[in-house]
């Protein structure tokens, strides 16, 4: 089992940025994947980005390439997300994913472990 809490959110106007943390235990953090997911209200829970076991590869969704950097503390168990240049659009609940496997994955499906998630609010 993995247990993963994140932190960081909060309301920042646009143009701002957040840096978003992920804390894990239990299972062996420093040999799986992890990502960030989010989801806006009244939509579907979408990829934003991923990383794989030794923060030597990277994934990101297209909307924040070169806004968003995801990086990680296998020292720390602990995952980040950092976000330049919010924009009204990103207002979501920013989700923190595990994955058994090693490798980056972008689709839900493919992560075993989930965050309960923290609030981001951007406004214009």
């Known amino acids: 089992q993995v247990q993963l809490v994140e932190s960081g959110g909060g309301l920042v106007q646009a143009g701002g940025s957040l840096r978003l943390s992920c804390a894990a235990s239990?299972?062996?953090?420093?040999?799986?994947?992890m990502g960030w997911f989010r989801q806006a209200p009244g939509k579907e829970r979408e990829f934003v980005a991923s990383?794989?076991?030794?923060?030597?590869?990277?994934a990101y969704a297209d909307s924040v390439k070169g806004r968003f950097t995801i990086s990680r503390d296998n020292a720390k168990n602990t995952v980040y997300l950092q976000m330049d240049k919010l924009l009204p659009e990103a207002t979501a609940v920013y989700y923190c994913a595990a994955r058994i496997a090693s490798k980056v994955a972008t689709t839900a499906s493919d992560m075993d472990y989930w965050g309960k998630g923290t609030l981001v609010t951007v406004s214009s």
């Open positions: 990383i794989n076991w030794s923060g030597g590869r990277t």
């Open positions: 239990g299972r062996t953090f420093s040999s799986s994947a």
